[in-house]
């Protein structure tokens, strides 16, 4: 285990893919990355980057969204049915419509075009912290669901659905205190995300309703709270 600048938690090494069908692009991040102690691996499309992750294993991935054939959002949407790698998009687009779609395809963070390298490394950084950060606490039940905040799923007897840092962070963060309403501007910052105003968190939450609710247009164990935020309903196991 390693520490980034601040003297918090990182992998040792961190290996990171670097996908971007702009060589320039690749080599500038690769480059940047390398020097501040990252071990990196560039593919330029999304076959290219399959055929890279056959052979290797990865802390993060750093997906271009406007790359040719497949998308980095359907890239990143394809990923998350096989394997919660943390993934932070980069694109030109910069509006919230944008950054919406990129949570909701499963990326744990969106970064618009140009940017500033250091901005990249602190955004990593953040996001490998969450991924070895687990919030200590007792597993709970959420209906027939088993959540244990050590890991990023959801069990009910063999079956295991996988969540993403940030589905699993946001669950974590409502688990900690059951019944108690958290507001979207606290959970946004727990989660480590740029709301993108409300929106973002209401993203997540949605995507978590689908997987543990019945009726995701009747919550009954992630509830909404009009104008304070959401809670969770849950049991400790």
């Avoid at 692009?25 to 499309?45: C, H, M, P, Q, W």
């Avoid at 963070?109 to 200590?136: C, G, H, M, S, T």
Wanted: aromatic fraction near 6%; include cysteine; hydrophobic fraction near 40%.
């Amino acid at each position: 285990m390693s520490v980034d600048a601040n003297n918090q938690p990182l992998p040792a090494r961190p290996h990171i893919l670097v996908i971007d069908d702009d060589s320039r692009i690749r080599e500038l991040v690769s480059r940047y990355l390398k020097e501040n102690g990252f071990v990196v691996v560039t593919a330029r499309d999304a076959a290219d980057a399959r055929a890279v992750m056959k052979g290797f294993e990865f802390d993060a991935l750093v997906v271009d969204v406007m790359m040719p054939g497949e998308t980095g959002l359907e890239f990143t949407k394809a990923l998350r049915r096989e394997r919660d790698i943390p993934v932070l998009l980069l694109t030109a687009l910069g509006e919230v419509d944008d950054r919406v779609n990129g949570f909701d395809a499963g990326a744990d963070d969106y970064l618009p075009k140009p940017f500033e390298p250091r901005e990249l490394v602190a955004r990593l950084n953040a996001i490998l912290r969450r991924v070895v950060k687990k919030q200590e606490g007792r597993p709970v039940k959420i209906g027939n669901w088993r959540f244990d905040p050590a890991h990023d799923e959801l069990t009910d007897g063999d079956t295991v659905l996988r969540l993403t840092a940030v589905e699993a962070n946001l669950l974590r963060a409502l688990a900690g205190s059951p019944g108690e309403v958290m507001s979207r501007e606290k959970l946004a910052a727990i989660c480590g995300v740029d709301a993108g105003g409300e929106r973002t968190i209401d993203v997540q939450v949605t995507r978590l309703r689908r997987k543990i609710e019945e009726d995701t247009k009747a919550p009954r164990y992630l509830q909404t709270v009009r104008g304070k935020g959401y809670l969770l309903r849950s049991e400790e196991i």
